[in-house]
């Protein structure tokens, strides 16, 4: 399984930026994806997943209503949108995707993503607003 991400980069606040992630060498169905991102002044934390099929989708609390996860009709492609950026989203944000589809659980125990639920992971790029 290989992930690659595109986009990124520096942009003023209040701006927008769109990060994409494709996703090759799955062969089921059911998966998750989504984007965990990480700074050097806080941990690393998941801020939006996708179920496989488009739902349900997860957002952390600091990005609800600014960030929109989205993907492709063939959903091999993610699709971050995020706009009214903040300097607090700076981070390297990485693409993640968990093959046994655990985000579908999400909301009916209330979970949040656990970086140690997804196996494959990007490279990682970087978005900087100032």
């Known amino acids: 399984v290989h992930l690659v991400e595109s986009g990124g980069g520096s942009v003023e606040t209040g701006g927008s930026m769109r990060l994409s992630c494709t996703v090759s060498g799955v062969t089921s169905e059911g998966y998750c994806m989504g984007w965990f991102r990480q700074s050097p002044a806080k941990k690393r934390e998941g801020i939006a997943t996708i179920n496989f099929g488009g739902e349900p989708t997860y957002y952390h609390n600091s990005v609800k209503g600014r960030f929109t996860i989205t993907q492709d009709n063939a959903k091999t492609t993610v699709f971050l949108q995020m706009n009214t950026l903040k300097p607090e989203d700076s981070a390297t944000y990485f693409c993640?995707?968990?093959?046994?589809?655990?985000?579908?659980?999400?909301?009916?125990?209330?979970?949040?993503?656990?970086?140690?639920?997804?196996?494959?992971w990007g490279q990682g790029t970087q978005v900087t607003v100032s």
């Open positions: 993640v995707a968990d093959l046994l589809g655990r985000c579908a659980y999400y909301p009916k125990y209330d979970r949040r993503p656990d970086p140690d639920e997804y196996n494959y």
